[in-house]
Nanobody, 122 residues
Framework: QVQLAESGGGLVQAGGSLRLSCAAS????????MGWFRQAPGKEREFVAH????????NYADSVKGRFIISRDNAKNTVYLQMNSLKPEDTAVYYC???????????????WGQGTQVTVSS
């Protein structure tokens, strides 16, 4: 079992930055691949980024490539999402997820956090 808790969301102006954190409980954090997803009102949950157990392999949605950076600190059981050059269309609830396979498909992740709201004003 892994419990995930996101933090760091908030209200920011377009062009600004936010850093999301996702703290994991348990002693097996490093055995999971980690992903960030987001869901805007009336839309399906969509892939944002994921990274491998070691943190070496990463993948990003085209919409955030070059602006967002995913990273992890296995010693701290934490995964991060650094979001730069934020746009109003980035407004959503952001979720972290833990799984065993690097995939873009939300349903294939095993554990989810409760989400943190990110709002980008124009």
């Amino acid at each position: 079992q892994v419990q995930l808790a996101e933090s760091g969301g908030g209200l920011v102006q377009a062009g600004g930055s936010l850093r999301l954190s996702c703290a994991a409980s348990g002693r097996t954090f490093s055995s999971y691949v980690m992903g960030w997803f987001r869901q805007a009102p009336g839309k399906e949950r969509e892939f944002v980024a994921h990274l491998s157990r070691s943190g070496i392999s990463t993948n990003y949605a085209d919409s955030v490539k070059g602006r967002f950076i995913i990273s992890r600190d296995n010693a701290k059981n934490t995964v991060y999402l650094q979001m730069n050059s934020l746009k109003p269309e980035d407004t959503a609830v952001y979720y972290c997820a833990a799984g065993v396979t690097l995939t873009l498909t939300p349903s294939l992740y095993n554990y989810w956090g409760q989400g943190t709201q990110v709002t980008v004003s124009s």
